[in-house]
Nanobody, 116 residues
Framework: QVQLVESGGGLVQPGGSLRLSCAAS????????MKWYRQAPGKERELVAG????????NYADSVKGRFTVSRDNSRNTVYLQMNSLKPEDTAVYYCSFNDYGRDYWGQGTQVTVSS
C-alpha cells in the first residue's frame, strides 16, 4: 500500500537549518508531482513547496522562497525539503503529499519547532 514517511524534524534555533526527508513506497514515485505542506497549531494546512516528476520544475510559497529548497531522488523514492534561515513562524508539522486521480495521500508528518 501507499506509504509516505517523513523524517528529519526537530527543535532548531532561529537562523538554523533542517533537512526533511519523505520516503515513499507502494506506488511509482517517479510518476508523481510531490508536495510539502505544513500545518501550525490553530492554522490551516498550507502548501510550502512542490516538485515535478524529474525535478525540473519547483514552486514555493512566498513565505519560504529563498530559504527552502525542495529536491527529489527518484532512485531512492525520496523527496527532500532543505530549510535554511528558519524562523519561529516556520514552526509546524510538515507533511509530504501527492495526488493520484483526485485522491490525496499524506504521510504522518514530522514536527519542526523553531525556538531559542
Amino acid at each position: 500500500q501507499v506509504q509516505l514517511v517523513e523524517s528529519g524534524g526537530g527543535l532548531v534555533q532561529p537562523g538554523g537549518s533542517l533537512r526533511l526527508s519523505c520516503a515513499a513506497s507502494g506506488f511509482t514515485f517517479s510518476w508523481f508531482f510531490m508536495k510539502w505542506y505544513r500545518q501550525a497549531p490553530g492554522k490551516e494546512r498550507e502548501l510550502v513547496a512542490g516538485i515535478s516528476t524529474i525535478g525540473g520544475i519547483t514552486n514555493y510559497a512566498d513565505s519560504v522562497k529563498g530559504r527552502f529548497t525542495v529536491s527529489r531522488d527518484n532512485s531512492r523514492n525520496t523527496v527532500y525539503l532543505q530549510m535554511n534561515s528558519l524562523k519561529p513562524e516556520d514552526t509546524a508539522v510538515y507533511y509530504c503529499s501527492f495526488n493520484d486521480y483526485g485522491r490525496d495521500y499524506w504521510g504522518q508528518g514530522t514536527q519542526v519547532t523553531v525556538s531559542s
